[in-house]
């Protein structure tokens, strides 16, 4: 095996980029980067009618937005055809695989015959070559799939970096088909040359694949391969306990993005998945690579918490530079049909309202009093805009009109009103909040006024 730390993350597009797809991009990311080594992005894209373009797009795009980024690909592997063509030929000619011609009608009769006598289905092997054996006639006109002539019996064992040692008996599996008749190989057999001719050193992918393995590595021995540490990471599941899937909430990394998730929250989150760092909850990615070094990875299915995600992102939220989320709170406002530029959504309105939101929704939630019309609450303006106060507002409206407009002048204003009108602060502050902000309760509102124009202010007061 090279010493080189060689990861690939290998995606059928036949979809979004998926939760757990995108947790094992992280994990063979973070582990080819915490070693100095090179991560591969491989398309799998064999699968040519379950496979799109718009699924390729979706799954680069959602990569780029988590910041996994590769030093090779994407290679797609229906670009390499030539290549697994000159394998087979090899094998064939090794006698390390074989051409069959059954029919899919005699294999379900071979399949119904197997279960009528109670033993175990699988290919019979009779296409198999063997010494002295007589093959039946190729049927004219028939092109036959090629099968992977796999070890007869012993046993398939490697110490798997997240499951510990496994062993599969040869005898439990059948000569897998590795091309179809049209030429295109299969997914054992493409997933193994290419990670050979890419020289991946470790194979992270989810648990689906344990039995998939044991042919993959006598494939790499029929070529003469050394074979890449091979981790299969467990199943995320739902809190339900079933496996993650669309019909149980979002499973697409890019559904995340729309709902105002930050990417370094996710893959926070995603981290900590099936894998823990002493106590730590809160990390960046940096501190990811530097201690994601293959250990502690969880052999049990980890349970997705929609909740401890959006506390996950709330506690980036804080953290985030506020003209970076500027920007992407411009982008929710237009989402939520506002025109604004980005240049209009200001840090100042971003470190205001941060600490009290989850998600750039929500964000984009408050800051849409600055953006559009508000529309209070019947009850909040029956219950605080009372004929007592109407007059103190008409008050402050005025005041407001003569003022320099900054946050300072703006209290002194709301100050000298509350005590011409014989008022308590609340009495005149959250009917205020309610006209301009359309919610009785903001942070302060001196603050939060300073970041309208006097101009709406005075306006939406006057509504009252
Ligand atoms: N295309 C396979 C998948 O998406 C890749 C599995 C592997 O990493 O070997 O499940």
Redesign the pocket.
């Known amino acids: 095996m090279s010493s080189k730390i060689r990861t690939?993350?290998?995606?059928?597009p036949t979809g979004f980029l998926h939760l757990g797809?995108a947790r094992?991009a992280l994990y063979s990311w973070a582990y080819a980067r915490h070693h100095g080594g090179e991560f591969v992005l491989r398309i799998?894209d064999t699968d040519v009618s379950r496979s799109t373009q718009d699924s390729v797009d979706q799954i680069l795009q959602s990569m780029h937005w988590l910041g996994l980024d590769y030093d090779e690909g994407p290679v797609y592997q229906m670009q390499r055809l030539d290549r697994y063509a000159e394998v087979l030929a090899r094998m064939l000619a090794e006698g390390t695989a074989y051409a069959c011609y059954s029919s899919p009608e005699e294999l379900d009769a071979l399949r119904e015959a197997q279960k009528a006598r109670g033993e175990k289905t699988g290919y019979d092997g009779r296409w198999r070559p063997a010494p002295g054996k007589v093959l039946p006639t190729p049927p004219e006109g028939v092109k036959p799939v090629i099968r992977f002539a796999n070890p007869r019996d012993g046993v398939v064992r490697w110490d798997d970096l997240v499951k510990g040692p496994i062993a599969i008996g040869n005898q439990e599996i059948d000569d897998l088909i590795i091309a179809r008749a049209d030429g295109v190989p299969t997914?054992n057999f493409a997933?193994v040359v290419d990670?050979i001719d890419m020289a991946i050193s470790h194979?992270?992918?989810?648990d689906?694949?344990i039995n998939?393995t044991p042919w993959q590595i006598n494939i790499y021995r029929a070529l003469g391969a050394s074979l890449p540490a091979f981790g299969h990471l467990p199943v995320i599941l739902g809190d339900d306990g079933l496996k993650l899937s669309k019909r149980r909430g979002a499973v697409a990394v890019s559904a995340y993005e729309d709902e105002g998730y930050l990417p370094e929250a996710m893959l926070n989150y995603l981290a900590r998945l099936g894998w823990s760092h002493g106590d730590d909850e809160l990390f960046s990615p940096a501190q990811i690579v530097s201690w994601f070094d293959g250990s502690h990875l969880s052999k049990s299915p980890a349970m997705w918490d929609a909740a401890k995600l959006t506390w996950v992102n709330a506690q980036h939220l804080k953290q985030t530079d506020d003209a970076r989320l500027a920007a992407l709170v411009a982008v929710q406002l237009r989402r939520l049909g506002l025109a604004v530029d980005d240049a209009a959504v200001t840090p100042a309105m971003c470190a205001l309202f941060k600490d009290r939101c989850n998600t750039t929704v929500e964000l984009a939630q408050w800051l849409a009093m600055y953006f559009g019309p508000v529309t209070p609450q019947p009850d909040e303006l029956a219950q605080h805009l009372t004929d007592a106060v109407r007059p103190a507002l008409n008050a402050l409206a005025d005041r407001f009109a003569t003022i320099a407009w900054d946050k300072a002048s703006i209290a002194l204003a709301i100050k000298e009103v509350i005590a011409a009108h014989g008022l308590k602060m609340p009495q005149l502050a959250i009917p205020v909040r309610v006209l301009v902000c359309g919610r009785a309760q903001t942070p302060s509102v001196d603050a939060v006024l300073a970041l309208f124009s006097s101009e709406v202010v005075q306006e939406r007061l006057r509504n009252a």
Do not use: K, L
Not at 203 to 206: D, L, N, S, T
């Open positions: 690939r993350i290998a995606p059928s797809t094992t799998e997914y997933v990670d194979v992270f992918r989810g689906e694949h998939n």
